[in-house]
C-alpha cells in the first residue's frame, strides 16, 4: 500500500511529494513539529500535542497555516488513508516559501506536512531489557523549549551513542547537570518511590510524556522532584529511565558503561511503565 502524506493542501505518496527548495524549513530549518503516538487507533495525549504545537508556533510568530479543527481533520484522514492502527504521526509546519534571505518578511503562508509511521507493536517498552545511554555535552540553543526542527546537535549527539552502542545520549550541562536526552526526557530514581527530573525551562522540551508521567506518578503515590541531576548522580541512583512519545517509559540500566542499581528494571520504573501503558490501552 503506498505511504501518504497531507502536503500543503494535498494527499500525496511519500516518495513523490515535495517541498520547495527556498522553503524556509528546508534552508533555515525555521519550523516547528510534533510526533505523536497512534496506539489502538488512538493519537496519545493529542491535546497537549496540539497545546505545545501552539506554543511553538507563537513562541516564534508562524501563524497556524489553517484552524487547529482542520489539522486534526486532516490527522485522522492520513491516519484513515494509510490504515495505520499502531505507530506515529509527525506534523511539521514550516514558515512557508520566499526567496532565501536570513529576515523574514510578513504575510508568507506556512508550509503544513502531515504524514505517518507504522510501528508493530508500542507495547515495547513493557517486555523491554533497559537500554544504554552516554553522556555528551549540550551543545544546543538557548531555547530547546520550543521544538524546532534545527536537531542537528541532537543528530550529532545521538549518532555518537549508536556508535559506542547506546540508545540515547544524556546532554549536560557546563555544570555537569543532565538537561535531558537527545530526543527524550531524562529521569532518576533516587530512591524508591521518588522520581526525579529537570525542571521546565529553557534548557529542556517539556515533554508530553513527561507531563503524563508526572501525572500518572502522582496517582501511585510516587513522589516527583523536578530538581536538576547531575551524571553522577545519575550513575549512583537506584534506577533511571527515560520518557518519550516513542519509546514512552523506557527504563535505562547502563550510563556511560556504569550499570544502573542491579542492572535490571526497578520496581518504581516497572510502576510507571505499568501505569503508563494502562493509561495508553
Ligand atoms: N526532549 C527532546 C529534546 C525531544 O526531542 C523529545 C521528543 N521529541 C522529548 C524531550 C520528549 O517529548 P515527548 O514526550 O513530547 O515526545
Known amino acids: 500500500m503506498p505511504k501518504i502524506a497531507f502536503v500543503n493542501g494535498s494527499y500525496r505518496n511519500i516518495h513523490k511529494a515535495s517541498i520547495e527548495i527556498e522553503d524556509r524549513g528546508f534552508q533555515f530549518a525555521d519550523g516547528v513539529y510534533e510526533v505523536i503516538a497512534l496506539t489502538n487507533d488512538v493519537l496519545i495525549d493529542l491535546d497537549f500535542h496540539l497545546d505545545r504545537l501552539n506554543r511553538s508556533l507563537t513562541e516564534i510568530n508562524?501563524?497556524?497555516?489553517?484552524?487547529?479543527?482542520?489539522?486534526?481533520?486532516?490527522?485522522?484522514?492520513?491516519?484513515?488513508?494509510?490504515?495505520?492502527?499502531?505507530?506515529?504521526?509527525?506534523?511539521?509546519?514550516?514558515?512557508?516559501?520566499?526567496?532565501?534571505?536570513?529576515?523574514?518578511?510578513?504575510?508568507?503562508?506556512?508550509?503544513?506536512?502531515?504524514?505517518?509511521?507504522?510501528?508493530?507493536?508500542?507495547?515495547?517498552?513493557?517486555?523491554?531489557?533497559?537500554?544504554?545511554?552516554?553522556?555528551?555535552?549540550?551543545?544546543?540553543?538557548?531555547?530547546?523549549?520550543i521544538k524546532s526542527i534545527s536537531l542537528l546537535a541532537s543528530v550529532l549527539a545521538k549518532t555518537q551513542a549508536n556508535h559506542k552502542i547506546a540508545q540515547e545520549a544524556w546532554l549536560l550541562n557546563e555544570d555537569g547537570f543532565v538537561t535531558e536526552g537527545a530526543s527524550s526526557n531524562a529521569w532518576i530514581v533516587p530512591r524508591p518511590n521518588v522520581i526525579q527530573t529537570h525542571p521546565v525551562n529553557s534548557s529542556i522540551l517539556s515533554g508530553i510524556t513527561r507531563l503524563r508521567t508526572i501525572k500518572l506518578a502522582q496517582e501511585q503515590s510516587i513522589k516527583v522532584i523536578e530538581r536538576p541531576f547531575s551524571i553522577n548522580e545519575a550513575k549512583k541512583a537506584k534506577e533511571a529511565f527515560l520518557t518519550s512519545s516513542t519509546l514512552f517509559v523506557q527504563p535505562i540500566v547502563n550510563i556511560d558503561g556504569s550499570q544502573i542499581g542491579d542492572g535490571e528494571i526497578g520496581s518504581t520504573t516497572k510502576t510507571l511503565i505499568k501505569s503508563y501503558l494502562d493509561f495508553m490501552d
Not at 508500542?122 to 538557548?142: E, F, H, M, Y
Request: hydrophobic share 35%.
Open 62 to 145: 508562524i501563524k497556524w497555516p489553517m484552524s487547529r479543527e482542520s489539522v486534526m481533520a486532516i490527522c485522522a484522514e492520513v491516519i484513515r488513508r494509510n490504515r495505520l492502527t499502531q505507530g506515529s504521526l509527525y506534523i511539521q509546519i514550516t514558515r512557508g516559501v520566499t526567496a532565501r534571505d536570513f529576515s523574514y518578511p510578513n504575510g508568507i503562508k506556512p508550509s503544513l506536512v502531515i504524514y505517518g509511521r507504522r510501528s508493530r507493536n508500542n507495547q515495547a517498552s513493557s517486555k523491554a531489557q533497559g537500554i544504554k545511554v552516554i553522556s555528551t555535552r549540550d551543545i544546543r540553543w538557548g531555547r530547546c523549549d
